[in-house]
């Protein structure tokens, strides 16, 4: 009687485990979906600073050399310059460890390529920001809008403060997926 | 007929409950950084909102989009806090710390994104539909005295104008700009 309980129980959590089975590829299904969805954001983001920096170009013409802040003005387009190679490179990254995705052999192998794509998608996305901001800062100057300036400034300030904490996530999360299969 | 019952769910009740004590994965240190990464992305993301508020000149805006920056920006201090905890939980093999950590980080990862909805797509950053933490306090949230003058003397204008301008000099020639200029 109690032996019949039990395969009952058995059966039971056996069949619970394999709902709980189908949680976890679903779990990684998400991860998966999310690194995708995380990567298009990138695209268009990077299409948007692109498309700033196009703005930018024009935006220096306007701009007299003798300007106060010409010496400013340098300094953005070098951090825009530093930044749009981190969004363009950062997003190739990405797309890379999505393509590894398909084909890895695992399902955690797999799950570790979406997080490492995502996170990548995330550092090209604050690339990108940060062109976009350093382009609404040569605006600003050329368009005279002076009132905006230590906002935009300040905000610039944190933005690249917070730029550098996802690009350090990205390198420890590669460090320790690195460690994982190094073991 | 009920005896049987009653010892089939206790059994069952005792495997599963085997099974959960046993089952629970252990915190994966990356997944934590991956949230933390996202939380500074949303970071960014909410300081450009800030820049782009600042363009348009809105005062309103610009207020909220400031509230929003900060409260974003409170929540990846306190899940940098709360990782650094969970780095060191995990050296020293303390389960329990290292999962409250890592709870911690989504919960915040969760509240930033409910807040951050409609500047980041659905789902990106997502943690909204995870597991939610305690609620960020309200006087978590420090809102930036956008009318206040960040430099009241001029020395502290020159600290701030030293710190930005460190954070530019590093960095690869601009591509439209001849290197002479830079």
């Known amino acids: 009687m109690i032996k019949h309980s039990m395969t009952i129980g058995l059966v039971i959590v056996a069949l619970a485990g ?9 779990a990684q299904s998400e991860v998966a979906s999310q690194a995708k969805q995380a990567i298009e954001y990138a695209e268009a983001e990077v299409e948007k600073a692109r498309e700033a920096i196009e703005l930018g170009k024009q935006l220096i013409t306007q701009i007299p050399e ?7 003005v340098a300094q953005v387009l070098e951090l825009a310059s530093e930044n749009w190679k981190t969004a363009v490179d950062s997003l190739k990254g990405a797309e890379m460890s999505a393509s590894k995705m398909g084909s890895a ?3 955690s192998i797999a799950n570790d390529y979406a997080m490492l794509a995502k996170v990548n998608a995330g550092v090209s996305v604050s690339g990108a920001k940060v062109v976009q901001m350093s382009i609404t800062y040569l605006d600003a100057i050329a368009n005279n809008k002076t009132g905006s300036l230590r906002i935009i400034r300040a905000a610039m300030q944190d933005a690249l403060e917070s730029s550098s904490q996802v690009q350090l996530s990205y390198e420890r999360v590669k460090a320790l997926i690195s460690q994982k299969y190094s073991k | 007929m009920n005896k049987r019952l009653k010892q089939i769910i206790s059994s069952t009740c005792m495997v599963v409950a085997l099974m959960a004590i046993t089952s629970r994965a252990a915190v994966d240190p990356a997944d934590a950084a991956a949230k933390l990464a996202d939380l500074g992305t949303l970071s960014v993301v909410a300081q450009a909102n800030i820049t782009e ?17 900060a409260a974003v920006a ?25 999962q409250s950590s890592y709870d911690d980080i989504v919960a915040a990862l969760g509240l930033a994104s409910d807040a951050m909805a409609g500047l980041v797509p659905d789902g990106v950053m997502g943690a909204s539909d995870q597991q939610m933490g305690p609620q960020m306090a309200d006087d978590a949230y420090d809102p930036v005295n ?9 020395a502290e204008q020159g600290i701030a104008d030293d710190q930005f301008i460190n954070n530019w000099l590093t960095g690869v020639v601009p591509y439209d700009k001849p290197a002479t200029d830079t």
């Open chain 1, 18 to 26: 394999s709902v709980t089975n189908c949680k976890t590829y679903a």
């Open chain 1, 66 to 72: 003798d300007h106060l802040l010409m010496p400013d």
């Open chain 1, 105 to 107: 052999t695992q399902d």
């Open chain 2, 53 to 69: 508020a600042a363009a348009g000149g809105d005062v309103d805006a610009l207020a909220e989009a400031s509230q929003l920056g």
């Open chain 2, 74 to 98: 409170v929540a990846l201090a306190q899940s940098q806090e709360s990782f650094e905890t969970l780095e060191q939980a995990v050296a020293a093999g303390n389960d329990e710390l290292a």
């Open chain 2, 146 to 154: 956008i009318y206040a003058d960040p430099s009241d003397t001029d």
